[in-house]
T-cell receptor, first 113, second 114 residues
């Protein structure tokens, strides 16, 4: 089942914050977050495995709610380099946390000067 | 330390021809995955391989598509008798032997069928 990402698009000014969500009607086994710039490879941001988990680096962090049905990606004090399409990918308990990911459709985030 | 290497970056094939896409995983990574991406859509899982083994090919069409990851050399995704609908970006990714790591993606092969 494909996870649903929201909002559909985000436009920010440099320095502003944003939250991107990844939701499912069923409990998720794992959540990966990636950022892809046009014409380039997706870049891994982080993976969350446990309900209630939070992790982050620099000004990008993510959380996985207790029921494991939603993950959110937090971008604080956004920089121009944050622009791109953000994908969440969810793992399958029958195959492992990263063996066969089902990706959402992605959210385009644009940071303007 | 080179990342995941995919070639060619762009491939044009006429309908009915064969397409061969190559992927060399990151050094130390034993797991290889192939995903397909269409414009404005997310990545769709195709196949998961380890050396000399296909672990999961549930996302791959039953006909015309095959994948391998031989003991020596790169992983190959092969599409026989290509059709216009095969036009897409094909991404290969690799990961270490652990479910706690994310993927390292290659830059993709953009296949155009004319």
């Amino acid at each position: 089942q494909q996870p649903v990402q929201s909002p559909q698009a985000v436009i920010l000014r440099e320095g502003e914050d944003a939250v991107i969500n990844c939701s499912s009607s069923k409990a998720l086994y794992s959540v990966h977050w990636y950022r892809q710039k046009h014409g380039e490879a997706p870049i891994f941001l982080m993976i969350l495995l446990k309900g209630g988990e939070q992790k982050g680096h620099d000004k990008i962090s993510a959380s996985f709610n207790e029921k494991k049905q939603q993950s959110s990606l937090y971008l604080t004090a956004s920089q121009l380099s944050y622009s791109g399409t953000y994908f969440c990918g969810t793992g399958d308990p029958s195959t492992g946390a990263n063996s066969k990911l089902t990706f959402g459709k992605g959210i385009t985030l644009s940071v303007r000067p | 330390n080179a990342g995941v290497m995919q070639n060619p970056r762009h491939l044009v094939r006429r309908r009915g021809q064969e397409a061969r896409l190559r992927c060399s995983p990151m050094k130390g990574h034993s797991h290889v995955y192939w995903y397909r991406q269409l414009p404005e859509e997310g990545l769709k899982f195709m196949v998961y391989l380890q050396k000399e083994n296909i672990i999961d090919e549930s996302g791959m069409p039953k006909e015309r598509f095959s994948a391998e990851f031989p003991k020596e050399g790169p992983s190959i995704l092969r599409i026989q008798q290509v059709v216009r609908g095969d036009s897409a970006a094909y991404f290969c990714a690799s990961s270490p032997f652990s479910e706690y790591y994310g993927y390292t993606f290659g830059s993709g092969t953009r296949l155009t069928v004319v």
